[in-house]
């Protein structure tokens, strides 16, 4: 029975040391958790920008131009507005999705 009681109190010694570390290790770690939640969150979201909507890309695109509108697509950042110029060319003219500004046709 000694024994017994001799090896129980040998693993709570060792034990005792582990968790201890254990611990400590956990209050620099939910520091450095924190502080990342901290910096994504004063980072601007992808949603939080403003964002020009596709009739608007639509208006810049067609201002000044001959010709009729085929199509818009929302590419992510970009709005791409398909042209039909008169004589039968038709180009895509990209329109950055945030500024609304006119940045290259194709």
Same mark, same amino acid.
């Given at each position: 029975?000694?024994?017994?009681?001799?090896?129980?109190?040998?693993?709570?010694?060792?034990?005792?040391?582990?968790?201890?570390?254990?611990?400590?290790?956990?209050?620099?770690?939910?520091?450095r958790?924190?502080?990342?939640?901290?910096?994504q969150?004063?980072?601007?979201q +992808?949603?939080? +920008?403003?964002?020009?909507?596709?009739?608007?890309?639509?208006?810049?695109?067609?201002?000044?131009?001959?010709? +009729?509108?085929?199509?818009?697509?929302?590419?992510?950042?970009t709005?791409?507005?398909?042209?039909?110029?008169?004589?039968g +060319?038709?180009?895509?003219?990209?329109?950055?999705?945030?500024?609304g500004?006119?940045?290259?046709?194709?």
């Amino acid at each position: 029975m000694i024994r017994f009681s001799a090896i129980g109190l040998a693993a709570l010694i060792a034990a005792a040391p582990l968790s201890q570390a254990a611990a400590q290790e956990r209050g620099p770690r939910a520091d450095r958790q924190q502080q990342q939640q901290q910096q994504q969150d004063e980072r601007p979201q +992808r949603d939080e +920008r403003p964002r020009v909507s596709v009739g608007d890309a639509v208006q810049r695109a067609s201002s000044g131009r001959p010709g +009729r509108f085929l199509g818009a697509s929302d590419r992510g950042g970009t709005i791409v507005v398909r042209w039909e110029y008169p004589g039968g +060319r038709i180009a895509d003219i990209m329109v950055d999705g945030r500024t609304g500004r006119v940045v290259g046709e194709r």
